[in-house]
């Protein structure tokens, strides 16, 4: 899904089906990496068009919609999480982290979406000494860093 303009929004159909989607293709492909980075990469490029254009999802919270609620939330989570493992500065872009700050003060988007995410990335790569799997960059930690102070988050 790419959407242009703000009148390119999507039902809670459709982003209910987008997020299924999102949720079902992230598991797919497990075996093929270079496969599996292209996946994470649309659907990261997916999630962040439709908070451009219609801000992050909110749902009615009609209970049929607490279970659509939740998958939104666990693909924008797992999402978010594969991008920092795989292109973590996609993620940590100040325009995209400002982004998501946005949508976060205006109780569009849940903060502990995004904050469980950089806590369990920042221990699996022991930052700021980074003895672990993925070397980061001094840009990516630099962007780590102000993505925290801009998220009000703790070091």
Do not use: C
């Amino acid at each position: 899904v790419q959407l242009n303009a703000q009148s390119d929004t999507l039902s809670d159909a459709q982003l209910i089906y987008t997020y299924h989607e999102i949720l079902r293709t992230d598991r797919s492909n497990v075996k093929n990496e270079e496969i599996r980075h292209l996946i994470f990469r649309r659907n990261f490029n997916t999630i962040i068009s439709i908070i451009r254009t219609q801000g992050y999802p909110i749902l009615l919270v009609e209970p049929k919609k607490r279970k659509d609620k939740y998958i939104i939330f666990e693909a924008s989570s797992i999402t978010f999480f594969h991008i920092l493992q795989t292109f973590p500065d996609k993620l940590l872009d100040p325009e995209i982290i400002n982004l998501l700050k946005t949508e976060i003060e205006s109780g569009r988007m849940p903060n502990d979406l995004l904050k469980k995410e950089l806590i369990v990335w920042k221990k699996m790569n022991d930052l700021p000494n980074n003895k672990y799997p993925q070397k980061i960059s001094t840009k990516t930690l630099t962007l780590y860093q102000n993505a925290l102070k801009v998220l009000k988050m703790e070091e």
